[in-house]
């Protein structure tokens, strides 16, 4: 069941100057990002500021995002919480707005074991027929999701198919590989390592990156899936100076900073979130002029 292959957006969520989410400029971005070639939308997840976006505005979000897509790649909901019970409602939510997949961040905070992780991620899964990509991040949930634990997942939950692994550890991503044997997908969580991952039997990214370069994202892992490797080493080299600084200060704050330099009108983060200072504005805008997104 797989959900695509390619380049999946982790979409920034654009704002007004009010705070309100600007849904004309979402409109904008979708329509860029289709355009631009990218293979999925991927909608509230951390790039988009779930966090605190609060329920309404969160399924409004997703609801526009389907609407405006019309089918034409599939949008994947970010519904994942620390709180099983809430994660069930936002993807019950979900699928009824018509979203094609949930992306389910590992919990956060509370520090499960890797029973309560399965526990937690069956649960949500049991409650919903969407195909469901679980999100490893450790740098930002304090919790790893180990390769024997997903794998137990994608043997006892038929719709849990993959996963989006940012642990930045690829001994990890390897032994995950190993477990599953093509059973799950993998997705790289981290721009920089999208080559080495599909290298492993990975199928793509769901990239920071592709939200200011979605065509040059889409080619990198079409490369590596069509067997092209030196084409693909070679983006994935070329585009490591704008990676570094779209991470220079904590995601999302430089995409929304580039996202505006490319006339989005994305507008500023929400606090606890800044504003992209002024002296890494200009280091960004050079990365971004030497890879050609601006």
Same mark, same amino acid.
């Given at each position: 069941?797989?959900?695509?292959?390619?380049?999946?957006?982790?979409?920034? $969520?654009? @704002?007004?100057?009010?705070? %309100?989410?600007?849904?004309?400029?979402? %409109?904008?971005?979708? &329509?860029?990002?289709?355009?631009?070639?990218?293979?999925?939308?991927?909608?509230? !997840?951390?790039?988009?500021?779930?966090?605190?976006?609060?329920?309404? %505005?969160?399924?409004?979000?997703?609801?526009?995002? /389907?609407?405006? =897509?019309?089918?034409?790649?599939?949008?994947?909901?970010?519904?994942?919480?620390?709180? =099983?019970?809430?994660?069930?409602?936002?993807?019950? &939510?979900? &699928?009824?707005?018509?979203?094609? !997949?949930?992306?389910?961040? =590992?919990?956060?905070?509370?520090?499960? $074991?890797?029973?309560?992780?399965?526990?937690?991620?069956?649960?949500?899964?049991?409650? =919903? *027929?969407?195909?469901?990509?679980?999100?490893?991040?450790?740098?930002?949930?304090?919790?790893?999701? +180990?390769?024997?634990? @997903?794998?137990?997942?994608? #043997?006892?939950?038929?719709?849990? /198919?993959?996963?989006?692994?940012?642990?930045?550890?690829?001994?990890? /991503?390897?032994?995950?590989?190993?477990?599953?044997?093509?059973?799950?997908?993998?997705?790289?969580?981290?721009?920089?390592?999208?080559?080495?991952?599909?290298?492993? !039997? !990975?199928?793509?990214?769901?990239?920071?990156?592709?939200?200011?370069?979605?065509?040059? $994202?889409?080619?990198?892992?079409?490369?590596? +899936?069509?067997?092209?490797?030196?084409?693909?080493?070679?983006?994935?080299? *070329?585009?490591?100076?704008?990676?570094?600084?779209?991470?220079?200060? /904590?995601?999302?704050?430089?995409?929304?900073?580039?996202?505006? @330099?490319?006339?989005?009108?994305?507008?500023?983060? #929400?606090?606890?979130?800044?504003?992209?200072?002024?002296?890494?504005?200009?280091?960004? #805008?050079?990365? @971004?002029?030497?890879?050609?997104?601006?």
């Amino acid at each position: 069941m797989t959900i695509f292959k390619g380049s999946g957006v982790a979409l920034a $969520t654009p @704002m007004k100057e009010n705070g %309100e989410v600007n849904f004309d400029s979402l %409109e904008r971005l979708i &329509e860029a990002q289709i355009a631009g070639g990218t293979d999925a939308l991927i909608i509230c !997840g951390t790039s988009g500021e779930a966090p605190t976006l609060d329920d309404p %505005e969160h399924l409004e979000t997703i609801d526009v995002a /389907v609407k405006v =897509t019309k089918g034409r790649v599939p949008v994947i909901a970010g519904t994942g919480s620390n709180n =099983t019970a809430h994660a069930v409602m936002m993807s019950e &939510e979900s &699928e009824k707005l018509g979203a094609d !997949g949930l992306l389910l961040v =590992t919990p956060y905070y509370n520090k499960a $074991t890797q029973d309560g992780l399965y526990r937690h991620y069956r649960t949500i899964a049991g409650a =919903t *027929k969407l195909p469901c990509i679980v999100y490893n991040v450790p740098s930002r949930t304090g919790t790893n999701i +180990l390769p024997e634990t @997903m794998a137990r997942l994608a #043997r006892d939950q038929e719709n849990i /198919v993959a996963i989006k692994e940012a642990s930045g550890n690829i001994s990890q /991503v390897a032994k995950l590989a190993a477990l599953t044997d093509g059973k799950l997908d993998i997705y790289s969580g981290n721009d920089d390592q999208i080559v080495p991952l599909c290298s492993l !039997g !990975g199928i793509g990214v769901i990239s920071v990156l592709a939200n200011v370069a979605p065509r040059q $994202t889409h080619d990198m892992v079409m490369h590596c +899936l069509e067997g092209r490797w030196k084409e693909a080493r070679d983006l994935q080299l *070329k585009a490591l100076p704008l990676v570094e600084q779209l991470f220079i200060e /904590v995601n999302p704050i430089p995409v929304k900073a580039a996202l505006n @330099m490319q006339g989005f009108e994305v507008g500023s983060p #929400r606090l606890p979130l800044t504003e992209l200072t002024d002296a890494h504005k200009e280091t960004l #805008r050079k990365a @971004m002029i030497e890879f050609g997104c601006l």
